[in-house]
Structure formats: structure tokens, C-alpha cells
């Protein structure tokens, strides 16, 4: 197994940001063969990356176990797959080295609720100064070196703020992508299984996610032609894996015994008349 496992992946609270992590092979995998050099991953959207260069490829480089992605969109899923590249250049995955990470959005609510204070909370609401600074444990100023950009030369109170309702975003980043479980061409692919099974149609799992996500827009469409011969040649496709050609020779077969069947029967019907 050269390939990374356990990917993991969660949207920031910061929004538009998604962070993976995963668990690269160990060195004895590449005992013999050339050693572990790299990692490179690549992004979709609605199906896994099959290959190194399937979809964007937002990181080629030395050999990292995390990795924080700035996505173009919010309130997207995005679909990952991380790569171990060995010395000869050979990209190696796996079942285990995907995953699917909906990406939050932005909307401010921790400054709609800042602003909302009474204006004598925001007003002495204020930074700490170079006397009192010089005054602190160096851990303590260290820390406040480390804040994020938007937070430094912020007072405390907006600094709370943004700790406490950071994760309000999420909530509403997350309520708003409730819309999209039904919608196949946007659901996540563990949803595409009640989604399959609410038609009653049983889905191939083994199958690549834009696939199962064919296979459930194309269920309707084949029980409204149940009985007919196009259904029954997209069976015996479907669960034969037989090529079209043949598939089609086994329906029209099956189309002449069934005509003969009933004409031997009506005959006979017929003749008991007679």
C-alpha cells in the first residue's frame, strides 16, 4: 500500500477555506522500488480526481501531512484525492486517499453583532497600548503577535467576539446547503444512497460518483418504461456488463420468443374456438 490514508477534511471558520489532512505510507512500502518524494493533490467538483492531473492540482510538493486549500467558492463541495509520489514520478491512491469537504461561506455575523453594541462598549473598546504591552508575560505577547491580521489593533471585546461567533458563520454556511441534499448533480455522495433508495432503485457503490449520480437521474426515466424492449436491453447492460451490440441481439431474441409465445397462444385460443 503506497498510497495515503485517513484523508480528512473540514471546512475553516474563516470561510472559503478547507483544511485536509491524511496519513502518509510508511517508508517500508517503498522497500525495493523508488522511495516516497512527494505529495500532490487534485480538486473536482462532483466526482473524485481519478488521476495526478484530473481536475486542479492545488498542491505538487514535498511530503506534508496537512494542507489548507482557499477554494473560489463557497457553499460548494469540493472533491479531493491525495497522491504519494514515488522517485520514478508514479502517483499512487487508493479507496482511502479521497474526500468530499463542503466549503463554507463568509457572511460577517460576528461584526453585525459588534456593531450592535452600545457605542460606549465600542468606544473604550480599545487596543492594548506599547506601556502595557511592555508589561505582559512575553508568552502572553507572543500570543498577541500570532492573532490574525483582522485582529490585531483590535480591542478585547471584538477580539471575544470573533472567537465566540465564528462559528455562527458555519451554522448558517451548513443551514444553507440543506437545499442541496436532494439535488443529485450537487449532493455529497454519501446522501446519493437514500436518495437512490427513495426511488427504490439499488445503487452500485463500486461505481466512480458521477455514475451513481447518472444512475439515479436515469432511474425514473427507466420505470416509466418498464415492459418495453429499451428497458430490457438497459438491464442486461447495467448488471451483465454486456456490450450494447449484444445486449441488443439478447432483447431482440427475447422480443421474438415473447411474439412467438403469444402468437402460439392466440392460435391456440383460436382453434379451441373452432
Do not use: C
Not at 108 to 118: E, H, K, T, V
Not at 262 to 272: E, L
Amino acid at each position: 500500500m503506497k498510497a495515503p490514508t485517513a484523508v480528512r477534511g473540514a471546512p475553516h471558520l474563516e470561510g472559503q477555506r478547507v483544511d485536509l489532512s491524511w496519513r502518509n505510507p510508511p517508508a517500508t512500502d517503498f522497500e525495493g522500488d523508488p522511495p516516497l518524494v512527494g505529495i500532490r493533490i487534485a480538486r473536482r467538483e462532483r466526482t473524485f480526481p481519478l488521476g495526478p492531473t484530473d481536475g486542479d492540482v492545488v498542491y505538487d510538493g514535498p511530503v506534508v501531512t496537512r494542507f489548507a486549500d482557499r477554494v473560489p467558492r463557497a457553499s460548494t463541495t469540493y472533491y479531493y484525492t491525495v497522491f504519494a509520489v514515488d522517485g520514478a514520478a508514479a502517483a499512487h491512491a487508493d479507496d482511502g486517499s479521497s474526500a468530499a469537504v463542503y466549503a463554507t461561506g463568509r457572511y460577517g455575523l460576528a461584526d453585525r453583532l459588534y456593531r450592535q453594541l452600545p457605542a460606549v462598549h465600542q468606544r473604550y473598546d480599545l487596543p492594548l497600548g506599547p506601556p502595557e504591552l511592555a508589561g505582559l508575560d512575553p508568552a502572553i505577547a507572543q500570543a498577541l503577535d500570532a492573532l490574525p491580521t483582522g485582529l490585531h489593533g483590535r480591542g478585547q471585546l471584538y477580539r471575544f467576539l470573533q472567537t465566540a461567533a465564528s462559528p455562527l458563520d458555519l451554522m448558517r454556511s451548513l443551514a444553507e446547503g440543506l437545499r442541496d441534499l436532494r439535488d443529485v448533480d450537487t449532493a455529497r455522495p454519501e446522501y446519493l444512497v437514500p436518495l437512490a433508495e427513495w426511488l427504490g432503485w439499488r445503487l452500485d457503490r463500486t461505481l466512480p460518483v458521477f455514475a451513481q449520480r447518472n444512475e439515479v437521474k436515469f432511474a425514473p426515466r427507466l420505470y416509466r418504461s418498464v415492459g418495453t424492449i429499451p428497458n430490457l436491453r438497459t438491464i442486461i447492460t447495467r448488471y451483465t456488463k454486456l456490450r450494447r451490440r449484444r445486449s441488443r441481439t439478447i432483447a431482440w431474441s427475447f422480443d421474438r420468443t415473447r411474439w412467438g409465445l403469444a402468437h402460439s397462444f392466440g392460435s391456440s385460443r383460436r382453434r379451441r374456438a373452432w
